[in-house]
C-alpha cells in the first residue's frame, strides 16, 4: 500500500510504498507519456527552442504577462465552463493539422505533438485528472482543461465553446478571467 504525498492541486505528487522502500514522483507530462504508450499513441516531443517559442507565442496572444498565475487564470479574452464531463468535448475540436500538449511551465518546459486531438484526449483519458493546455504549431487556439475541471478557451477556440455549451443547453459559464 502507497502513502500519497500531495503538493499543489493534486498536479504533482509522491507516492510512498514503505514495504518496497521505493518513492515514485507522479507528474502530468509522464501520465500522459504513459497513456500515449499504453494505447500505442505516436508522440513527438519538439525540440527546446520550438517549445520555447510556442510558449511565448501563447503567452503574448492570449495571456496577461505581469500578472502571477497559471496560464488559464491569465488568459485576456477567453470563455469556460466549469463541467466535470467537457473534457470529453475536447475530442470534437474541429482541428485538422497535428495538435501541440503541454502543462504549467513549472510542471514542465516541454511540448508534445500528436497526429490528432482525438488521440490526444484519448491518451489524456488514460490518466489522473491534470491540468493540460492544447493548441497546434500557429498558435490559433488554447484550450485548456484543468483541474478544477473545468474548459477554457482563446482565440478560435473561444467561438467554438460558446456554440458548444448551446448545444448542450449549458448556460453557466464564465467570460475574460
Excluded at 14 to 25: A, D, N, R, T, Y
Excluded at 134 to 144: E, G, I, K, M, Y
Aim: net charge negative.
Amino acid at each position: 500500500m502507497g502513502i500519497i504525498f500531495a503538493s499543489g492541486l493534486m498536479e504533482s505528487y509522491f507516492v510512498l510504498f514503505p514495504e518496497k522502500e521505493k518513492i515514485i514522483m507522479w507528474n502530468p507530462e509522464s501520465e500522459l507519456l504513459e497513456g500515449a504508450k499504453n494505447l500505442g499513441i505516436k508522440i513527438r516531443q519538439l525540440d527546446v527552442a520550438k517549445s520555447t517559442s510556442i510558449r511565448e507565442l501563447i503567452e503574448k496572444k492570449f495571456a496577461m504577462t505581469k500578472v502571477s498565475g497559471r496560464l488559464f487564470e491569465r488568459l485576456i479574452v477567453s470563455t469556460g465552463i466549469v463541467n466535470e464531463q467537457a473534457w470529453q468535448w475536447l475530442r470534437d475540436y474541429p482541428e485538422s493539422s497535428p495538435v501541440l500538449a503541454f502543462f504549467e511551465k513549472r510542471k514542465s518546459k516541454n511540448i508534445f505533438e500528436f497526429e490528432s486531438i482525438k488521440e490526444l484526449i484519448d491518451a489524456y483519458y488514460e490518466g489522473g485528472l491534470y491540468t493540460i493546455y492544447l493548441t497546434n504549431h500557429r498558435c490559433d487556439f488554447l484550450l485548456s482543461y484543468t483541474v478544477e475541471q473545468s474548459i477554457v478557451a482563446a482565440g478560435t477556440a473561444k467561438r467554438w465553446l460558446e456554440i458548444r455549451m448551446k448545444q448542450e443547453g449549458v448556460g453557466h459559464c464564465f467570460d475574460d478571467l
